[in-house]
């Protein structure tokens, strides 16, 4: 190669090579400015991303907040208007088993009726501000499901008639006993599939049908089937799937012709299939409708203990010594009819404080203890009994609280105060007698071990 030809090719190389770092450097310092303003960008979204966060725990906070309020409110509206309640429930159950001449009779079947449908209404928005927010508890007692359903069936008979429908049941006589689940949420459902039938049935008649479902489930596991038949209007197809919403009916005019509040089949469904259950429904317009639930229940054998047994009444409290914390007259009135020929020894305080003076004079065995009391509530007097800071009294005593609020927060300050069991209000004769004796069994255990 020539000394000229290689400097050009030298002098190009060299360009090449210069450009060639010119590209690089100039792409360099691009990147660098993108990394700049990615870093730029980044922290901005860090920023956004802090702020937003912190924004949304203000609003969280804010909605916890609201719904503790709502919780609140709805728990004490719930205690303000069931007490009132409970007492026309109680005092019109004792006058029906007066078994009163007709039509004084019929009278006060309706009285409990209305006063039932009121407390089933406040029932049922409690129950949905309970399961919206995730709070819902299901009580695991032992109860006979052929009684259970019995007394809801005649609960409603009365209307039946009076709509001049039939009114018929089919149950077959070997359903175990004793199930374990909730007998209340189970009457609930029953209560609103067997009204409105009879609601929406002219002519004919309503049938509930129970059964149980054989092969399904697993070990200890009882499915139970229950069908609610009518020969009424009937649901069109497709309305089929709007009536399990909320504040949902068929359409306008059913509220204006039926009454009702569209919240019944919607907790239903949610209640039956919190418990692993399902509810359908089947219809022909014109013809009528089926309901149809399956629920389990625990069923741990059937057990020799008086859980299974129908009549209540005969349980034996001779000798049990009582003592009613309750603040409200009335209900200590209904407490003293329910138990009256029992032979229970029935002492009572008005509140919690006066509970402590009587148990300092006197022995007691067992002590019902209402929750929201002037001076002392029975929390705290609970816990005072639990510190063992009052005289002549065992810090073990069973005490059972005397309830008309449904929240898990309420049955978890029960149990974390000390209180060993609770009734919930309206008192039900039946579910007393059954804790009643359930702790007097305990009680002359733990006597006989001692002597
Ligand atoms: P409510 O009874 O308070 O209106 P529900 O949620 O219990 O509320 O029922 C919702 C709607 O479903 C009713 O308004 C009615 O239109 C329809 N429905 C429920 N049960 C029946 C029935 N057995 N026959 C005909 N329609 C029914």
Not at 119 to 138: P, Q
Not at 355 to 374: A, C, G, N, T, W
Not at 392 to 405: F, H, M, Q, W
């Amino acid at each position: 190669m020539s000394e000229d030809a290689y400097k050009k090719a030298f002098e190009r190389e060299r360009n090449a090579r210069k450009e060639a770092e010119r590209i690089t450097e100039l792409k360099s310092r691009e990147l660098f400015e993108l990394n700049s303003a990615l870093k730029l960008l980044n922290d901005e979204l860090e920023l956004r991303i802090k702020e937003r966060t912190s924004e949304l725990e203000t609003a969280r906070n804010r909605a916890e907040a609201n719904t503790k309020a709502k919780s609140e409110f709805l728990s004490m509206m719930s205690h303000e208007m069931r007490s009132p309640l409970n007492v026309i429930v109680g005092l019109t159950e004792l006058l029906d088993q007066r078994e009163l001449e007709e039509p004084e009779g019929g009278y006060v079947r309706n009285v409990r009726f209305s006063a039932l449908q009121l407390l089933n209404l406040i029932n049922d928005i409690l129950d949905l501000s309970a399961i919206e927010a995730g709070k819902i508890v299901f009580e695991s007692t032992p109860f006979d499901v052929t009684y259970a359903v019995d007394q809801v069936f005649k609960a409603l008979e009365q209307r039946a008639i009076d709509k001049g429908l039939t009114w018929a049941k089919s149950v077959p006589d070997n359903l175990p006993v004793p199930l374990q689940g909730d007998a209340s949420k189970l009457n609930q459902v029953l209560i609103n599939l067997l009204d409105n039938a009879i609601k929406f049935t002219r002519d004919g008649g309503v049938e509930l049908s129970l059964d149980q479902l054989q092969n399904r489930g697993n070990e200890g596991e009882v499915w139970i089937a229950v069908e609610v038949t009518d020969s009424g209007k009937g649901i069109s197809e497709e309305n089929m799937d709007r009536i399990f919403g909320k504040f949902e009916q068929e359409n306008t005019s059913t509220r204006r012709v039926h009454g009702g509040s569209g919240l019944g089949l919607a907790i239903s469904k949610q209640l039956i299939e919190l418990q692993g259950g399902s509810i359908s429904c089947s219809s022909e317009v014109g013809k009528g409708t089926t309901f149809r639930v399956e629920l389990p229940f625990r069923y741990e054998g059937r057990v020799s203990e008086d859980v299974g047994a129908r009549d209540w009444s005969q349980v034996n409290l001779v000798g049990l010594r009582l003592l009613v914390v309750e603040d409200l007259e009335v209900n200590r009135m209904l407490l003293r009819q329910m138990l009256r020929n029992k032979g229970i020894v029935m002492f009572e305080a008005e509140n919690g404080k006066e509970s402590l003076e009587v148990l300092k004079e006197h022995d007691v065995d067992l002590i019902l203890m209402d929750l929201h009391m002037p001076e002392m509530d029975g929390i705290e007097a609970t816990q005072r009994i639990r510190e063992g800071r009052v005289k002549r009294v065992n810090a073990e005593i069973p005490i059972v609280c005397l309830t008309a609020d449904v929240f898990k927060e309420t049955k978890e300050a029960i149990f974390s105060a000390g209180m060993n069991d609770f009734v919930t209000k309206p008192l039900e004769m039946r579910r007393l007698y059954q804790v009643l004796s359930h702790w007097r069994k305990q009680i002359d255990a733990r006597n006989a071990a001692l002597s």
